[in-house]
């Protein structure tokens, strides 16, 4: 049997598996590439890596006022022993030595992360909240506004722990800025969170004031949920499974607080009045 012409119906369009602005995809990949080519180095080489591109409290607080270096020996004397104490004194000598302040690392350390599971969980924080953003944004204002959120987490981060010789990774910073950004415009009374995925729509609803984002009940319940598991987890209250590293809740509260005060510095969307 044989059919005319042009009697079949069409085949309806494919959608794809994950619908993510592609500025997202291509972050995801740089992230997961760079996690991966870490892997190929020796223990060494990668210490060696992130003396240069991880961020460092100590550092730059010594820069600012070198005289304290007696002030971080004693803390770390104080705290360990014995071998302890060498492997410590160690760690400051590769950390600090010959480098300067090295003000890259404000930004560079949010390109490397402690596990993999620590780069997963912030690839799939990204995918959910900062892709309305990106959508809203597009990918140059996006990557201004995480590259802020960055700085301003490090910023908080070496204000609390200003002689810590411990190096700071990981793009959650970043991550907590565009949840930031997000909560100016996704809680808009009678959005559904369906049509987030759609870029007309994303850029068409109007942002909320600061004075009115403290009026919205979903807003205000989302943000004090936020802070509270990010303190809570931070302080080591809950244990966080196959994880050894510390959560750094300061630097997520500094890239938030950016990313929650500087969206509208950013946005060129519509405001609610």
Known sequence: MSYPPHSHPAAPPREPILNLPTVIVWLTVALAAIQGGRALLSAYDDYVLMSWFAFVPARLSLWLAPERLEEMVGALANSAAGQD???????????????????WT??????????????????????????????????????????????????????????????????SAAVSGATAAAIR??????????????????????????????????????????????????????PILGDETSIAWEAHIGGFMVGLLLFPLIDRGPVRR
């Open 185 to 238: 415009f996704v809680f808009a009374p009678g959005l559904r969170f369906g049509s987030l995925a759609d870029d007309a729509v994303v850029r068409a609803i109007p942002a909320e004031p600061m004075g009115q984002l403290w009026r919205n009940s979903r807003s205000l319940m989302f943000i004090g949920i936020w802070f509270a598991t990010n303190i809570i987890f931070g302080a080591g209250l809950v």
């Open 106 to 171: 404000l930004l560079t350390y949010g390109l490397l992360h402690g596990s993999w599971l620590h780069l997963v969980t912030n690839v799939v924080w990204l995918a959910a909240f900062g892709s309305p953003v990106a959508r809203r944004l597009g990918p140059g204002r996006f990557l201004t506004l995480l590259g802020l959120s960055t700085i301003g987490g490090a910023l908080l981060h070496w204000f609390s722990r200003e002689l810590d010789v411990l190096p700071l990774v990981g793009a």
């Open 85 to 103: 104490l060498a492997d410590r004194l160690q760690l400051v000598r590769i950390l600090l030595a010959d480098g300067g302040p090295r003000l």
